[in-house]
């Protein structure tokens, strides 16, 4: 066999002609050689293959930690179409109905629940009995009640279940977080997070109550109830809030087109916030203290995420929030990694407290405590 020696002086060779070649190629054999990831791999099946799904596919095609090795659908030309797409074994394939068989099935380690609200307690729970790690995504649930109920069952099953929390992976965010942690804001008074866009369709399942638990607070509203603490670093010990409904042809009974809600921090500051299925293009966060402020528009969409503080510009790159979110979470289950804003299920039942007691509050008028 031909020794490496060798054959590294064999391509040596053609490697004297390149300075006649354009720059940038020859730049890009200037870049240092990294050796590929050989650590351990977290194995993904994906259930729900519908528009978050397809995207969060996409970007683990990019990831060194986790891969997809898996579907879980009900609609079997679009597992056809997976299956090609991104090379899954058809032993990998299963539906609603028979995918507690995943317990026998060592090559999946994880599944990633990317399905309507409401199913997501069944199908976290149904996962966690059939010993895989579970990412569900938000709202982890329609309630925290079901939250519990999830949380309780991985726990027993011994598995880790975490939500899709992407933001807290993303870079001006924890800029943005490690500046109030070093106190670089002085003390924190006043966050504001103003989360919505135009909801189409009718016929969606984010306006059926049934499948959505709620409206706009249950999709997207979420986000500035999770930013709210997630900037200000407390957790929130009162709510108020306030519905505005101008169509309730297209917003029926329980589905809020519009909710206004404030937060009440231990150490003074409060927040106020807005969530609504009906203006496009809203999403900002602000964040002040008593001695500078951050501001983020757009805060939460897929980026890129732009930002200043009284500091100036923020100027972290833009990733792509599902490669690094997926690669963290690999690292986060197989070992067992701490990062700065948590995303296990007790970090989504934190912010399903909140949804329970902001429709409290909506459907009551009256200011409601909260309880950590
Ligand atoms: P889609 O409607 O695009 O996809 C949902 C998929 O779930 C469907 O394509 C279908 O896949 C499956 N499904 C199973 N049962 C039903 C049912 N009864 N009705 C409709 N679909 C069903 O929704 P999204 O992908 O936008 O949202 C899915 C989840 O992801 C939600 O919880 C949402 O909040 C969350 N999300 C999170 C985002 C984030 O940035 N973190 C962004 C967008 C959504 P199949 O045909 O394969 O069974």
Redesign the pocket.
Known sequence: MESRRKFLQKMALPALALPFLPSPSWANLQKPFISPYQGPVLRVAIM??????TRVADAMKDCQKAKLVGVI???PS?VKDWQSKYGIPAKNCYNYENFDQVKNNPDIDAIYV????A??HDQVIRSAKAGKHVIC???MALNAKEGQEMIDACKQANVKLLV?Y?MHFEPKTLEVIRMREAGELGEIKFFQGLVGFRVGDPAQ?RLNKD?AGGGSMM?IGIYAINGARYMIGEEPVWVTAQETKTDPTKFKQGVDETIQFQLGFPGGATASCLSTYNMNNLDKFFLNGANGFAEMQPSTNYGPIKGRTHKGELSQPHVTHQTVQMDEMASIILEGKQVVVPVDGEEGLKDLKIIDAIYQAVKTGNKIPLKS
């Open positions: 729900g293959l519908g528009g978050y799904g659908s009900g609609t679009k990317i399905t309507p609200n199913l997501h995504e938000k709202p899709g992407r399942w499948l999709d």
